[in-house]
């Protein structure tokens, strides 16, 4: 069941909105659809709302307002899109100097928690995300609004579909953002591995600073360089090694100490698996000041 109302409320907003009723064997069986539409809003007012069985998404078209969810609030601006679990307190309100346009669904059904929950784990548990692909979501909350003329049966199938579509999207925005943020923090500890890769108990030294544990660190490390962090370390010692045989006059015994490898069975296998030559002859060959 269906119901289609194009309206002003009292000056306030402009709204094309589609209430509908699942049928039974889309409550049981599908994600469906309990109200979609699109809000343009006309003067700012307050929205408020909990305890509702049903799962919000809504996306800023154009404009700016606020969502609270709980105690907390937050600024919403063009491409930011909200994915709220009504049954907890929340409140929405359009700017007044720069008034909104929303496209929104209600909907509910198979999955929506653990969708929603699942959103937030690699959201920063936030129910708000700025996306990149604007378009993208536009273009299926749009379809989504196109087939509810439609009263078909079929009608609830490809609203589930669309609805999935929405949440896929918002996923795949999450976790790419998620892997960016990842390289941040791994480039940071790149970074500090090059200024500081000759210390000892490095490794120990990092966990400790960014607050990952060893195994955590290296995985990262590979996922986003695609080399085992103890590697990356050890080539950065070994080219300091090459590094001071070529361009200082300090005996091997004490490069092996200065660069960090800090043993002689490791340098000279290093130079051996590597150079396929001792250090000595490394230097008598890239040395310049060896005559």
């Known amino acids: 069941m269906m119901d289609h109302t194009m309206f002003a409320t009292e000056g306030i907003t402009k709204s094309e909105r589609f209430l509908r009723t699942p049928g039974e064997f889309a409550r049981d069986n599908l994600i469906y ?9 006309i003067q700012s007012h307050r929205c408020i709302r909990e305890n509702l069985e049903s799962y ?29 679990d009504c049954r907890q307190h929340y409140e ?22 653990a969708f929603h929950d699942f959103f937030k784990q690699k959201n920063d548990e936030k129910d708000y995300i700025t996306v990149e692909n604007v378009e993208r979501l536009k273009r299926y909350f749009e379809e989504l609004l196109l087939i509810q003329k439609d009263q078909r049966i079929l009608v609830e199938f490809q609203a589930s579909i669309l609805i999935g579509q929405i949440v896929e999207a918002l996923l795949e925005e999450a976790m790419l953002q998620e892997e960016n943020k990842s390289y941040v923090v791994y480039n940071q500890i790149r970074e500090y591995i090059n200024e500081n890769y000759q210390k000892h108990a490095l490794v120990e030294k990092m966990t400790k600073l960014f607050h990952l544990n060893a195994d955590e660190m290296d ?24 590094e001071l045989l070529r361009f200082s006059i300090k005996p091997v015994s004490e490069i092996v100490e200065i660069s960090g490898i800090c043993n002689d069975d490791l340098f000279r296998k290093l130079f051996k698996e590597h150079e396929k030559m001792t250090a000595e002859e490394y230097r008598k060959k890239w040395a310049q000041w060896v005559k």
């Open 92 to 113: 929405h309100q359009s700017s007044e100097s720069d008034p909104w346009e929303l496209m929104w669904v209600h909907c509910n059904g198979q999955h929506m928690e």
């Open 56 to 84: 919000l998404i809504f996306m800023v078209l154009s404009g700016s307002g606020m969502v609270q969810i709980n105690d907390e609030e937050h600024p919403l601006v063009m491409g930011d899109c909200v994915f709220i």
């Open 33 to 41: 659809v309990q109200e979609t539409g699109r809000l343009q809003s």
């Open 219 to 242: 995985q990262g490390f590979l996922k986003n360089f695609g080399i085992d962090i103890y590697d990356y370390i050890l080539n950065r010692r070994f080219t300091k090694a090459k």
